[in-house]
T-cell receptor, first 114, second 115 residues
């Protein structure tokens, strides 16, 4: 079974631009979560989607948004990029959610904002 | 609000020695607790989790953790470590009765195993 895949793996953008990251969950998984990992703030929850609906949301500004498609693939969008958005963005999937089954993480997309 | 404290940012240990990585949490409601491992340039992998039942939880790669409600702790242990256990370990908590299935992570503990 293929794992969670994230594209692209590396991305360089400049301030003010916008970016879209993609996550393909494990086949059959309906829950997709996104996390931001930075040296200063550590791992922070962004949001979770389940069956195309945002089920949970972290404390990030509205510049961070996401969506999930009918095939469970998810995208995350960051508009008006700031230097502080430089981070490793991790996507994770599970069948129903973290309470009932194991959440599998992808390798991440490393975003650098110049 | 829930929070997680990992007291040690780095733990050096010799191969085949035992190790304990400490984790304390703060929450006013029942919690679910998790330990994840992150190898260099990789995503996170679930080591073990506590949802309910026995307070001693066994995970993959020979790791185990004990949930202590009175001390609000969930320390991770391994009786004999290998070089390959060198990685970053994250403790995480999810509040059990809020309906919000999100993880709050600690700052991580880097385990350095040397020969």
């Amino acid at each position: 079974k293929a794992g969670v895949t994230q594209t692209p793996r590396y991305l360089i953008k400049t301030r003010g631009q916008q970016v879209t990251l993609s996550c393909s969950p494990i086949s059959g998984h309906r829950s997709v979560s996104w996390y931001q990992q930075t040296p200063g703030q550590g791992l922070q929850f962004l949001f979770e989607y389940f069956s195309e609906t945002q089920r949970n949301k972290g404390n990030f500004p509205g510049r961070f948004s996401g969506r999930q498609f009918s095939n469970s693939r998810s995208e995350m969008n960051v508009s008006t990029l700031e230097l502080g958005d430089s981070a490793l963005y991790l996507c994770a999937s599970s069948t129903q959610g973290i309470w009932t089954d194991t959440q599998y993480f992808g390798p991440g997309t490393r975003l650098t904002v110049l | 609000a829930q929070s997680v404290t990992q007291l040690d940012s780095q733990v050096p240990v010799f191969e085949e020695a035992p190790v304990e990585l400490r984790c304390n949490y703060s929450s006013s409601v029942s919690v679910y607790l998790f330990w994840y491992v992150q190898y260099p340039n990789q995503g996170l992998q679930l080591l073990l989790k506590y949802l309910s039942g026995s307070t001693l939880v066994k995970g993959i790669n020979g790791f185990e953790a004990e949930f202590n409600k009175s001390q609000t702790s969930f320390h991770l242990r391994k009786p004999s470590v290998h070089i390959s256990d060198t990685a970053e370990y994250f403790c995480a908590v999810s509040e059990g009765n809020t309906g919000f299935q999100k993880l709050v992570f600690g700052t991580g503990t880097r385990l350095l195993v040397s020969p």
